[in-house]
T-cell receptor, first 114, second 110 residues
Framework: EPEVTQTPSHQVTQMGQEVILRCVPI?????FYWYRQILGQKVEFLVS????????KSEIFDDQFSVERPDGSNFTLKIRSTKLEDSAMYFC????????????FGPGTRLLVL | DAKTTQPNSMESNEEEPVHLPCNHS???????IHWYRQLPSQGPEYVIH???SNVNNRMASLAIAEDRKSSTLILHRATLRDAAVYYC???????????FGTGTRLKVLA
C-alpha cells in the first residue's frame, strides 16, 4: 500500500540554525500538507501546497517557514532560524484532491531545538 | 477551533465492540466526516470517512445520524492495538486544512 515517508525521523538542532524536513508524498497525489504537534497538544495545520503554490497557511506559518517541491517526488519544509518553541513532531500529508478527500499522513519528524 | 466535539476518553474491554461518538452540529451539506486515529509517537492514521450514508471498511464502520449532526465510529471487536486517540474531523469544501480537536483517547482493557 502506498505511503507517505518522511526523513529524518529525528532531528536535533541548535536554536537559530536552519532545518529542512523532507517528505515523499504518495506518488499520484497532487496536494501536500504540513502539520505539527507540540508534545501533549493537538495536531495543528501549518500549510497546504498545490501546483507549486501555497494554497492555504495558518498563523503559525510565518516568514521563518517555507515549503518547496524541488523535484517530482520530494516536498520539503524549511525553518530558517529555529526557535525553542519549534520543537515538535512535524507531519507531512498528501491527498489526491483538496480537503474533502482523505489526507494520508507520514510517520513524522521529531524536531528538538536546543 | 475544531468544529467537532468528542468525549475526552473511553474504555473498552478487549474483543468487545466500541462506539465512539462525535458531534458536528454545524455541518453543512457538502462537509464530510473523516475519522483518524493516532498511536503514540506516530502520525494520524486514516480510519474511515463518509458524507451521508453509513460506511463500512476493514477497520471500522461509520454510522452517520439522519440529520448529520452526529456520527459514531464503531470498532466491531476492540484489540489492544486499537488503543489510540481517535479524531473526528469535519472537512469543509473549499478549504485545504484539517482542524484537529483533542480527540477521544481509547483505552482497551485486556
Amino acid at each position: 500500500e502506498p505511503e507517505v515517508t518522511q526523513t529524518p525521523s529525528h532531528q536535533v538542532t541548535q536554536m537559530g540554525q536552519e532545518v529542512i524536513l523532507r517528505c515523499v508524498p504518495i506518488s499520484n497525489h497532487l496536494y501536500f500538507y504540513w502539520y505539527r504537534q507540540i508534545l501533549g497538544q493537538k495536531v495543528e495545520f501549518l500549510v497546504s501546497f498545490y501546483n507549486n503554490e501555497i494554497s492555504e497557511k495558518s498563523e503559525i506559518f510565518d516568514d521563518q517557514f517555507s515549503v518547496e517541491r524541488p523535484d517530482g517526488s520530494n516536498f520539503t519544509l524549511k525553518i530558517r532560524s529555529t526557535k525553542l518553541e519549534d520543537s515538535a513532531m512535524y507531519f507531512c500529508a498528501s491527498s489526491a484532491s483538496p480537503a474533502q478527500e482523505t489526507q494520508y499522513f507520514g510517520p513524522g519528524t521529531r524536531l528538538l531545538v536546543l | 477551533d475544531a468544529k467537532t466535539t468528542q468525549p475526552n476518553s473511553m474504555e473498552s474491554n478487549e474483543e468487545e465492540p466500541v462506539h465512539l461518538p462525535c458531534n458536528h452540529s454545524t455541518i453543512s451539506g457538502t462537509d464530510y466526516i473523516h475519522w483518524y486515529r493516532q498511536l503514540p509517537s506516530q502520525g494520524p492514521e486514516y480510519v474511515i470517512h463518509g458524507l451521508t450514508s453509513n460506511v463500512n471498511n476493514r477497520m471500522a464502520s461509520l454510522a452517520i445520524a439522519e440529520d448529520r449532526k452526529s456520527s459514531t465510529l464503531i470498532l466491531h471487536r476492540a484489540t489492544l492495538r486499537d488503543a489510540a486517540v481517535y479524531y473526528c474531523i469535519q472537512t469543509t469544501s473549499g478549504t485545504y486544512k484539517y482542524i484537529f480537536g483533542t480527540g477521544t483517547r481509547l483505552k482497551v482493557l485486556a
